[in-house]
């Protein structure tokens, strides 16, 4: 098993900045990939990054160029740092942890980004 906390999400106007962390334990040593994925009201999840532990980097179309995801294998924790804010970002989000072991990936509880226009 692998427990994940979220913590730094909050309400933000359009344009502003937000950071994301998360931090990780429990079985993590057979973990690859870490990173955040968001579900906005009436929506599927989805994956908005994720990164390797070597440090391979993925971003989804939407937030390229305005998110930066980040990884500290030593203390286990992950960030995610939002920038450029858009009210369609609005959604909880998520960290995701893969246990390439089992093949199976665990989720955060979650935590509240809303963005005002």
């Known amino acids: 098993q692998v427990q994940l906390v979220e913590s730094g999400g909050g309400l933000v106007q359009a344009g502003g900045s937000l950071r994301l962390s998360c931090a990780a334990s429990?079985?993590?040593?057979?973990?690859?990939?870490m990173g955040w994925g968001r579900q906005a009201p009436g929506k599927a999840r989805e994956v908005v990054a994720g990164?390797?532990?070597?440090?391979?980097?993925m971003y989804a179309d939407p937030v390229k160029g305005r998110f930066t995801i980040s990884r500290d294998n030593a203390k286990n924790t992950i960030s995610l740092q939002m920038n450029s804010l858009k009210p369609e970002d609005t959604a909880v989000y998520y960290c995701?942890?893969?246990?390439?072991?089992?093949?199976?990936?665990?989720w955060g509880q979650g935590t509240q980004v809303t963005v005002s226009s």
């Open positions: 429990g079985s993590i040593f057979n973990t690859n990939v």
């Open positions: 990164v390797t532990r070597a440090g391979t980097i």
């Open positions: 995701y942890a893969d246990n390439q072991d089992i093949a199976r990936r665990f």
